[in-house]
């Protein structure tokens, strides 16, 4: 990608969109496009068209998509599914439409087995059933990296698609009904300690296993994807190392400084027992992550404490 090249972030105010826009920045981009919600409804064909004969993008990251913890996945299944069907196929096909040089789609880990063999290689993918309390957003998910194979077949649309483990960082969803466990133990933590509460309850087991990556690296590699990846097959992104759920309270715990003690409410769903990526490939291509769990859990809440204060 030039510095002056035309670029669309789609979902420019979610965690994955606002890191991509701050790392194209830093890199000297100067024709980045973005819209928000109330400017445009992606859900809305005629309107996504109308936006792409506009800008005229040379290159689009597709980062916008309804995105929730493992309740709100289980609890809104018709918005998970269909609202990320609408949106990425009005998007996919707008940038078809006029002539977009590349674009970067992407998915997620849960798209693979709920069993699938760890660490989770790429060619996994449509090998066994799905974990049911995120199928609805796994299987928009599959039918877009789908879309763009189609596309490419079809019409030599250049579209690549990276599939990211669980993600973290500054702009996180700090809901507790419908964040990710990470920015939710975030809170639960901070507000234990403010409160001295004598516990905090983490959802679960706490034996589920889980890869966490910064949303600031994950921009680097989209970027470095940008550059140097152009194939049909989907590529991983992640640390190459995991975590479980117990494991990541402590650390939480002692991040926050919180001395209580955690208790595990296992009434609450595990969902999948692992999901460990297979970073091979990416690795073999020349990009690793920079950023530690320890050290991306303490600038996430320092922003999370800023964001408080504001
Ligand atoms: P998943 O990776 O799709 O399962 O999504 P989550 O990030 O929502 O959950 C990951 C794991 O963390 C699951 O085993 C949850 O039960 C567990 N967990 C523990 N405490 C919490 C919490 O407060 N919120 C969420 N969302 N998950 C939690």
Sequence with gaps: MNQHARIYVAGHRGLVGSAICRKLRSLGHDNISTRSRGEVDLRDQAAVNQL????KPDYVFMAAAKVGGILANDKYPAEFLGENLQIQTNIIEAAHRVDTKKFLFLGSSCIYPKFAEQPIREDSLLTGALEPTNEWYAIAKIAGIKMCQAYRKQFGFNAI????????????????HSSH?????????HTAKV????EVVVWGSGKPRREFLHADDLADALCFLMDHYDSPE???VGVGSDVTIAQLAELIGSVVGYSGSIVFDQTKPDGTPRKLLDVSKLTQLGWKPKISLEAGIRSTYQWYLETVKS
């Design 52 to 55: 792409f004969s506009e800008l």
């Design 161 to 176: 698609s990276a599939m990211p483990t669980n993600l973290y960082g500054p702009g996180d969803n700090f809901d507790l």
């Design 181 to 189: 466990v990470l920015p939710a133990l975030l809170r639960k933590f």
């Design 195 to 198: 409160e001295e509460q004598s």
């Design 234 to 236: 989907i590529i991983n």
